[in-house]
């Protein structure tokens, strides 16, 4: 996941309740 890939993609941003907070917890 490169950091400056696009604007601001999905994984990008914030650190919001998203798919990823889940995703790192539950791995």
């Not at 490169?2 to 994984?11: E, G, I, L, N």
């Amino acid at each position: 996941m490169q950091r400056c890939v696009r604007p601001s993609p999905p994984w990008t941003r914030p650190r919001r309740a998203t798919w990823k907070s889940r995703t790192w917890r539950a791995s």
